[in-house]
């Protein structure tokens, strides 16, 4: 049950998907790998959202370089704090209605089970393909959807993957080998991306609206451009 402040809180929400949607939010939990420059969007939209528990997934430490982007760590982190405590403070500050749970690690096929075990939606935030292919594997072995998104440059992407509804991440992208160096990247475009894949796990918990299921998002922030490319 919603208490009154909460129902206060998320009055403007609630006028959208009704007290049972923010019920749902409130009951739900959800696994955000990767907490930099698309994790710091999505953890905050979704704790303003209203999510129960926000479970959050990074094995390093903020850099300098980091902070054009990566929203929810400042300069007093450097060096001092992983993302995911980093960002628990900030987070159980801005809505302490909202539990934090942290893991500060690099999820493997020996630990992911035991890590993700009760999530009901994984976001992913992460910059390389060979830990994003683990997810897309543990969606599909245990059936809980996925949220995948990437950025570059004012370049972005987003697709939801529903086990037995979708394709796979593999099957989306099976030709991604290894894992990138270092590329650039504008904090504005992560803050979209990040926003886009929030709301798709409202929607995704909810009900609302039409997720971007077997559709591929690609957005070009220097021109404003937003194309969707059918996957079927």
Sequence with gaps: MLSEKEIERYDRQIMIFGREGQ?????????????????????????????GTLLLIDEQEPELSNLNRQILHWEEDLGKNPKPLSAKWKLERFNPDVRVETFVGRLTEEN?????????????????????????????????????????????????????????LREIFPGV??????????????????????????KLLTGIGEPLLNRLLIVDLAYNTFDVVELK
Excluded: W
Aim: proline share 4%.
């Design 23 to 51: 019920e749902k939010l409130k009951s739900s939990k959800v696994a955000v790998v990767g907490v930099g420059g698309l994790g710091s969007p999505v953890a905050y939209y979704l704790a303003a959202a209203g999510i």
């Design 112 to 168: 992911i089970d035991e890590v993700l075990e009760g999530v009901d939606v994984i976001v992913d935030c992460l910059d390389n393909f060979e830990t994003r292919f683990l997810l897309d594997d543990y969606s599909r072995r245990k059936r809980v959807p996925l949220v995948h998104g990437a950025v570059e440059g004012t370049f972005g992407q987003v697709t939801t993957i529903v086990p037995g509804v979708t394709k796979s």
């Design 177 to 202: 080998r290894g894992k990138r160096g270092k590329f650039p990247i504008i904090g504005a475009t992560a803050g979209v991306v990040g926003s886009i894949q929030a709301m798709e796990v409202i």
